[in-house]
């Protein structure tokens, strides 16, 4: 998540450097942040706001590092970038699933529901939108990869996080991100099927 913006690029070449010289492979320190994340969770079972903040910020960099230390070693792999996208959305489904667990006040829906449609059309409907494009035939892969929303992954890990730290100190405001972050995935997912759309319409 960190890496697909400005400064975790940054970051990501620092921590190249660094971690390199560490006796893990870039699919261990993938793997790492699964395990990190799943750290996280229990300590949302257990309602420990604070060291599930520090799990998933963990895991998070462990996301970072990991294509930092394959492109410093140069052991970049397809499998790797595989491994990394599926390991992202098991991070991002145990962050939502454990704030399941914890008591958070209602806003126009349940907060079930909103979790719901963060992992719907966030973890879900977004990536799957661009990979169907591109596996019909509706786009070509580089204009897919090149594509762009409103809300992205990056994006939305960042306000997830925030709305787990907020748990801390006002549970309302971390009800108020998630609606957020809910209507904003759905509306990049539309943007996504507009585009697509209008790519079409233009061979057409």
Same mark, same amino acid.
């Given at each position: 998540?960190?890496?697909?913006?400005?400064?975790?690029?940054?970051?990501?070449?620092?921590?190249?450097?660094?971690?390199?010289?560490?006796?893990?492979?870039?699919?261990?320190?993938?793997?790492?942040?699964? $395990? #990190?994340?799943?750290?996280? &969770?229990?300590? /949302?079972?257990?309602?420990?706001?604070?060291?599930? %903040?520090?799990? =998933? *910020?963990?895991?998070?960099?462990?996301?970072?590092?990991?294509?930092?230390?394959?492109?410093?070693?140069?052991?970049?792999?397809?499998?790797?970038?595989?491994?990394?996208?599926?390991?992202?959305?098991?991070?991002?489904?145990? $962050? #939502?699933?454990?704030?399941? &667990?914890?008591? /958070?006040?209602?806003?126009?829906?349940?907060?079930? %529901?909103?979790? =719901? *449609?963060?992992?719907?059309?966030?973890?879900?409907?977004?990536?799957?939108?661009?990979?169907?494009?591109?596996?019909?035939?509706?786009?070509?892969?580089?204009?897919?990869?090149?594509?762009?929303?409103?809300?992205?992954?990056?994006?939305?890990?960042?306000?997830? &996080?925030?709305? /787990?730290?907020?748990?801390?100190?006002?549970?309302?405001?971390?009800?108020? *991100?998630?609606?957020?972050?809910?209507?904003?995935?759905?509306?990049?997912?539309?943007?996504?099927?507009?585009?697509?759309?209008?790519?079409?319409?233009?061979?057409?």
């Amino acid at each position: 998540m960190l890496k697909e913006i400005a400064l975790g690029r940054k970051m990501s070449e620092c921590a190249g450097e660094f971690f390199a010289r560490f006796p893990l492979s870039p699919n261990q320190w993938t793997l790492l942040s699964v $395990l #990190l994340a799943l750290g996280g &969770f229990f300590a /949302l079972l257990g309602r420990n706001v604070t060291f599930a %903040a520090a799990f =998933f *910020l963990l895991s998070f960099f462990c996301d970072l590092v990991d294509g930092a230390v394959a492109r410093k070693r140069g052991e970049k792999t397809k499998f790797g970038a595989y491994l990394d996208g599926m390991c992202d959305r098991y991070v991002e489904f145990l $962050l #939502l699933f454990g704030m399941l &667990f914890y008591p /958070l006040p209602a806003f126009l829906l349940p907060t079930y %529901a909103w979790l =719901f *449609l963060i992992l719907f059309f966030g973890t879900c409907m977004t990536a799957f939108a661009k990979a169907y494009a591109s596996h019909r035939g509706a786009m070509e892969r580089e204009k897919v990869d090149a594509m762009s929303s409103v809300f992205q992954r990056s994006e939305r890990g960042f306000v997830l &996080f925030l709305a /787990l730290v907020m748990l801390a100190f006002d549970a309302q405001f971390a009800v108020y *991100l998630l609606v957020l972050a809910a209507v904003l995935s759905a509306i990049a997912v539309a943007q996504i099927i507009l585009k697509v759309k209008r790519e079409n319409a233009e061979k057409d």
